[in-house]
């Protein structure tokens, strides 16, 4: 579809021919971002998942004081506006030179998605037997080897869950890229796409294939483990 | 732990002490996280908004105290309150409509039919993408040539100005905040509904009820918990809502589709007023707590 075929005066209601060019060129001119998009994201799910996992365990088998302070503070970060953390990491991280890195764009996403991992991760450990764990400890296994030989191994349709979820939320981040990302170089893709509706102008033949572009990895999460979302989300949510 | 204790036989103190901090060597990463990037950036913002904190206090390094002059300045302008009522019109109209259009989809997908599990992947794919892809594609489905005033055209009526004039503006972000969120009520509701015994609705049909006595009488009130679940998850998400918004209108047109999020960064990064945004920001945590008192409150 054309830009003169999507707003001009011979308008229809279904296109006539489909541009291939237009999306050809949101390819070409978005692979630099889906890199960046690419190494935050994978970066933030796997530091998640690192946090996230033992904490889950420790919490809801190993029962340390103070669990369920933790817990309050968890559920209470789900219900702070991302304004709340934008501003104070965007002082923080100019003062240590973490704006305009990659790095400190993962740390900023993972305050959205810890919090989230280990609330779901909690919720579903809690329906996980804890005998496995204990007759690996009979056998002389320590806490650490039974976390890593049982617990891990049993945890993961969950871990798997979760790292997708703590992927895919850095993947459409808008709001972080925007305050902290002002180098071209290192835009992830949210933010070229939303830089292509400058002051000259929307570019509709490279806004509209490249906005379906950036939904590839979730449409490819659905489709591989939509019964895993159902279970998951509403484990995680209303338990 | 007793067990473990037992595979360690020397038993001594030591082995019990290290034994009893294990559980706080595996949240220890998750305790320093916390501290450091949740707890200590929630602290910072909350003190920012009692100092005055503008471009010229971020050059010089010191941010001067000023008690509770954010917040007047914040209550004072016309727009906050365009925002705050926007913000709960927002999450009203959002919720009402993701609730109502979730419990039918959810009533529908009780019953068997084919390509059932592919429906319900397809209904997830709207929660599941980038809010931005949904946004874009909204932006351009209600552009003034767009598709929808085609279709208007078409009956004779329009053109009208969808995003340029907010009267219009606003409802369209509260129409496609509802195709973004509905499915997150459905699948939540779904699931619910699922979770009920399948022999009280067997048991009230052989009594003669009909469909709808069923579900006002047993699927309602069997779904509140999760109901109350769902309404208050979606004024906590709602009440967020930030990139459909700045990227549909960015607030405007003249400020009118600003909610409390987008105005805060407005102030924050765009006027460059960091004491006054996280202001606006505590204010906005006030609200949420509020709405969800008021809603476990209704509820009893």
New interface residues.
């Given amino acids: 579809m054309t830009p003169a075929e ?3 005066i011979n ?1 229809t ?1 279904w296109p006539r021919h489909f541009a291939v060019e237009n999306w050809s060129r949101a390819v070409e001119r978005l692979w630099p971002h889906v890199r960046n998009s690419l190494l935050v994201s994978a970066v933030a799910s796997v530091g998640t998942l ?3 996992a ?2 889950a ?3 809801v088998w ?3 004081r103070g ?1 369920h302070l ?1 817990s309050s ?1 968890m559920l209470i ?16 991280f100019s003062k240590i030179n973490l704006v305009n890195t990659l790095s400190g764009l993962i ?1 900023a996403d ?2 959205f998605t ?2 989230f991992a ?1 609330i779901m991760l909690s919720a579903y450990m809690k329906e996980l037997p804890y005998e496995l764990v ?1 007759a690996a ?4 296994a320590g ?2 080897r039974a ?1 890593v030989m049982v617990v891990l191994p049993i945890s993961l349709p969950g871990l798997v869950t979760v790292g997708i979820f703590s992927f ?1 939320i850095p ?2 981040d ?2 972080f890229a ?2 902290l990302i002002t180098e071209s170089g290192l835009q992830p893709l ?1 933010l070229e ?2 830089k292509a ?1 400058g002051q000259y102008g ?1 570019d ?1 033949a490279f ?2 294939p490249g ?2 572009l ?2 590839i990895p ?2 490819l ?3 591989l483990a ?2 895993f ?2 279970a998951g ?2 484990r995680g ?2 338990k | 732990m007793m067990k473990a204790t037992v595979a360690n036989p020397s038993g001594s103190i030591a082995s019990k002490a290290r034994l009893d901090l294990s559980p706080y060597f595996f949240i220890l990463p998750f305790v320093i996280f916390c501290l450091v990037l949740l707890l200590y950036p929630v602290a910072y913002s909350l003190a920012l908004s009692f100092r005055q904190a503008t471009v010229e206090t971020f050059v010089s390094g010191d941010m001067p105290f000023n008690g509770f002059a954010q917040y007047q300045a914040a209550l004072a302008d016309p727009i906050f309150w365009r925002a705050l009522v926007n913000t709960i019109l927002f999450a009203f109209f959002s919720i009402l409509f993701q609730f109502t259009i979730g419990f039918l989809l959810a009533l529908l997908f009780q019953a068997n039919f084919p390509l059932k599990n592919f429906c319900l992947a397809l209904l997830l794919i709207p929660w599941v993408s980038p809010v931005l892809t949904a946004a874009n594609i909204f932006k351009g489905l209600f552009n003034e040539a767009g598709p929808i005033n085609r279709v208007f055209h078409i009956a004779g009526l329009g053109p009208f100005p969808w995003l340029a004039d907010p009267v219009y503006a606003f409802p369209s972000t509260i129409v496609a905040n509802i195709w973004i969120g509905f499915p997150f009520n459905f699948i939540l509701l779904y699931a619910g509904m699922r979770s009920i015994p399948e022999d009280i609705y067997e048991a009230a049909k052989i009594d003669g009820a009909t469909f709808w006595k069923r579900v006002t009488h047993i699927t309602f009130p069997m779904l509140q918990p999760v109901s109350v679940a769902v309404l208050m998850l979606g004024t906590i998400y709602t009440v967020k809502v930030f990139d459909l918004v700045w990227i549909m209108t960015g607030g405007g047109p003249a400020n009118g589709t600003h909610l409390l999020s987008t105005y805060a960064y407005q102030v924050g990064f765009s006027v460059l007023n960091f004491g006054q945004a996280a202001a606006i920001a505590t204010l906005m945590v006030l609200l949420v707590l509020v709405l969800n008192l008021l809603q476990l409150f209704l509820k009893r």
């Fill in positions: 999507l707003f001009g308008q209601i690192l946090i996230t033992p904490a365990y420790g919490l190993k029962k340390p669990r933790l503070f970060t789900q219900m702070l506006p991302a304004i709340v953390f934008v501003i104070p990491l965007f002082i923080v740390l993972m305050t810890v919090p280990v204990e400890m009979v056998d002389g806490p650490l976390f895919l993947w459409g808008l709001i925007l305050s949210t796409l939303y509706m929307i509709w806004l509209l906005s379906v950036t939904a979730a449409v999460f659905v489709i939509s019964r979302i159902v989300v509403t949510a209303i």
